[in-house]
């Protein structure tokens, strides 16, 4: 994997924090954020992920055949 090098600008204050954390986890700054960045990224991804089922079921919504079709076989735990 080729890596490449940027700059970025952080306030003070938050950089404060960075830097309180990483001391806090023994882990760099470029460590932290890129971590950081994955987990953002990630989470950007599941959520596109449940817009497009929440689409795809307004767009054909379950009939009642359909759910109730799953009561024989579902499983809650406390039965």
Same mark, same amino acid.
């Given at each position: 994997?080729?890596? #490449? ?10 950089? =404060?924090?960075?830097? %309180? ?5 023994? @882990? ?6 890129? #971590? ?10 599941? =959520?596109?992920?449940? %817009? ?5 079921? @307004? ?21």
């Amino acid at each position: 994997m080729t890596t #490449k090098t940027i700059q970025l600008t952080f306030d003070e204050t938050l950089l =404060k924090q960075v830097d %309180e954390i990483v001391q806090t986890l023994h @882990v760099s700054r470029t460590d932290f954020v890129r #971590k950081a960045v994955e987990e953002a990224l990630h989470s950007h991804y599941i =959520k596109r992920l449940e %817009e497009k089922h929440i689409a795809g079921y @307004v767009a054909q919504p379950q009939t009642i055949d359909e759910i109730t079709e799953w009561d024989e076989v579902r499983v809650w735990g406390d039965e």
